[in-house]
């Protein structure tokens, strides 16, 4: 609900999260997607616009439709579960979203998770262009602990290279505690992710230094430049290298998924979601440190706050995620007019 405290601006539209998550559904089913899919995608970037995900909310809408209407992926994917293993379960998302496949394992995820206390999903030829915190917040919501791993599209110089092998390689993870929300991280195994690139293009800003280079090699600040031939630095120069390819091989190689590198959509002009695989690996921690796990988990964040940390892995979305479900969700008024153009059309 819309708090009379926060009045609406002129310059923007406030909407709750069912009346966002609607008008996105209808976005997506006009452009083509399954009831389901649409439904899916909805949510996923309505929650990213609730909790302040600004290079993940509906930021993201024109390249989900760009990729939709050029044939890069296919928004009516019905994704195909196999029961391979005691603890192993894989989707073929079958030239479709993620999500879609990611909802379609859940319930075998979980009862394979109950029976053998663990277990790992491997998702291939399927389409991430969202964040990862969605996916691995459910899992900690139920007392599990979450691991999930994506490569993207050729943009980042592996350490020591010179031209881009990985993807932004986003890596993420969520834990339960016991007095709190889940501690929830989520982060690119380059120095920033692609989506803010983009945010600093769109709004005339400068990169930080030491962040990514250009055609040649050099070291740029300009976003553009690398939107346009550059390309992104890993994080901690060797080591987040290395963590980088650790992800092409278990997000990629270990799923049946395509590298960073061998994503080529020259032939599908407008697309822009990657088309690559991803990995969860899920955990009852319970099977662990029974029935003490969370309890540990809130020992370590009190040791955290007494050192001096002000912000756990989660908290800005938290309060985010508070403050929309008590103001609203604003959007710049021309981007709610789009969408709701883009829902008719």
Not at 111 to 137: C, M, Q, T, Y
Not at 195 to 205: C, H, P, T, W
Not at 243 to 249: G, K, P
Request: charge should be negative; include cysteine; hydrophobic fraction near 40%.
């Amino acid at each position: 609900m819309t708090d009379p405290a926060h009045p609406q601006s002129e310059d923007t539209k406030v909407l709750d999260l069912a009346q966002l998550t609607d008008l996105l559904e209808r976005v997506f089913l006009r452009a083509g997607a399954s009831p389901d899919v649409a439904a899916i995608l909805a949510r996923n970037c309505a929650g990213c616009e609730r909790d302040g995900a600004a290079s993940h909310g509906i930021f993201r809408i024109p390249g989900y439709l760009s990729s939709i209407a050029s044939g890069w992926v296919d928004p009516r994917a019905q994704p195909r579960v196999e029961d391979i293993g005691a603890a192993m379960v894989r989707v073929d998302a079958m030239n479709g979203f993620a999500q879609p496949a990611l909802a379609a394992a859940r319930s075998l995820v979980l009862a394979k998770v109950r029976d053998a206390g663990a277990a790992v999903l491997a998702i291939r030829n399927s389409h991430h262009f969202s964040a990862l915190w969605p996916d691995v917040e459910p899992f900690a919501d139920e007392g599990l602990l979450a691991i999930s791993m994506t490569n993207s599209f050729a943009c980042a110089v592996p350490h020591g290279a010179q031209s881009p092998v990985f993807g932004t390689n986003p890596i993420a993870y969520a834990a339960p505690r016991l007095g709190g929300p889940p501690l929830v991280a989520d982060l690119a195994t380059s120095s920033m992710s692609n989506g803010d690139v983009q945010i600093a293009a769109r709004e005339g800003r400068q990169l930080p230094q030491g962040y990514a280079v250009d055609g040649e090699g050099r070291p740029t600040t300009d976003p553009q430049t690398v939107l346009d031939s550059g390309a992104l630095l890993t994080f901690g120069g060797h080591k987040g290298s290395a963590i980088s390819l650790m992800i092409e091989l278990l997000g990629a190689a270990l799923t049946g998924g395509q590298f960073s590198f061998e994503v080529d959509w020259s032939a599908y002009p407008g697309a822009q979601t990657p088309h690559t695989g991803q990995l969860f690996i899920v955990i009852d921690p319970d099977r662990g440190n029974p029935g003490n796990f969370a309890a540990r988990a809130e020992t370590l964040v009190e040791r955290l706050l007494d050192a001096g940390m002000s912000r756990l892995p989660g908290t800005r979305r938290y309060q985010q995620r508070e403050k929309s479900e008590r103001s609203g969700i604003a959007i710049p008024l021309a981007a709610y007019q789009r969408l709701e153009q883009l829902a008719a059309d």
